[in-house]
């Protein structure tokens, strides 16, 4: 069976064919995509030839013979762990910018009945990776500074203030502030020297340069995260749902024509605050 996919090809994402395989292998499991989101990471391989995408939600199709956690017919979604890999490690012809998805069994996630698939894609990335720095990084009284409003940070707004900490954002942008406040945030400041953990989750092309005199003597603390465990994401769908936490989106052509008004969008700064593409 042949699939639709869009690879990162010359700065842009181009339409090309992918051939599946004949039978899925023992515990593999065959999504249709309904909904994939573009993310900021997938703007890093836009020239690497791999196919796109570790965000998406879909119907399954088909299942392997050993397969015990879904059956044809649930909604499940795909995000930036893979099997035994991350996005852009290995595993080039998975991608979830395409008509199909093939995953491992454990590394593609129930989505909850009364959460939408239009919003559950962004979470599979975005909502992954927020919740999981909350989660791992905060104490019970301890208070979560936000830095920014916009892919990531509007969800982690909304994960800090459900899970009961008082949420304190950061931004540049005075028009923000009504914004922030709506998602949760308790306190908000245009100009602060924050005395808290500080978790970088967009990674840049180039080196992260710190300055070095307020690293020191304020005693700043630099901590890593990457996405979540599968038990995390799992645990982050279940959360969103309960809480109603969405993700604020934009939607687009699931067209070569939808995939680069997008990326533009993303690029410019200008999306508002994930987009997500659809058939």
């Not at 013979?65 to 017919?73: N, P």
């Not at 203030?161 to 308790?186: C, M, P, Q, R």
């Not at 993700?247 to 999306?271: R, Y």
Request: net charge negative; proline share 5%.
């Amino acid at each position: 069976m042949q699939s639709v996919v869009y690879r990162g090809i010359e700065g842009a994402g181009k339409k090309g064919p992918l051939e599946l395989p004949a039978e899925l292998g023992p515990k593999e499991i065959l999504l249709k995509r309904t909904y994939a989101n573009l993310c900021g990471a997938d703007v890093h391989y836009l020239a690497s030839g791999a196919d796109l995408g570790h965000e998406g939600v879909g119907i399954v199709e088909n299942i392997g013979s050993a397969v015990t956690q879904f059956k044809i017919g649930d909604r499940a979604g795909a995000g930036y762990i893979r099997h035994r890999s991350a996005y852009g490690e290995k595993y080039f012809n998975t991608g979830t910018f395409g008509d199909y998805y093939a995953g491992h069994e454990t590394y593609v996630h129930k989505i909850p009945d009364n959460l939408p698939s239009e919003f559950a894609a962004p979470l599979q990335c975005a909502g992954a990776t927020t919740y999981s720095a909350i989660i791992k990084s905060a104490k019970p009284s301890d208070r979560v500074g936000i830095l920014g409003i916009g892919g990531l940070g509007h969800l982690a707004i909304q994960y800090s203030a459900k899970l009961g900490y008082e949420t304190v954002v950061f931004s540049s942008s005075a028009d923000k502030e009504a914004e922030a406040k709506f998602f949760g945030a308790t306190e908000f400041y245009l100009l602060s020297e924050p005395e808290t953990t500080i978790v970088p989750l967009s990674a840049p092309n180039t080196n992260i340069e710190l300055p070095s005199w307020p690293v020191f003597f304020d005693g700043y603390k630099l901590q890593s995260s990457l996405v979540a465990s599968r038990q995390t994401h799992d645990d982050m769908l279940v959360f969103s749902a309960h809480h109603q936490i969405t993700p604020t989106i934009e939607k687009f052509e699931f067209s070569e024509e939808g995939f680069a008004e997008a990326v533009a969008k993303l690029k410019s700064g200008k999306l508002r605050y994930r987009g997500v593409l659809v058939a």
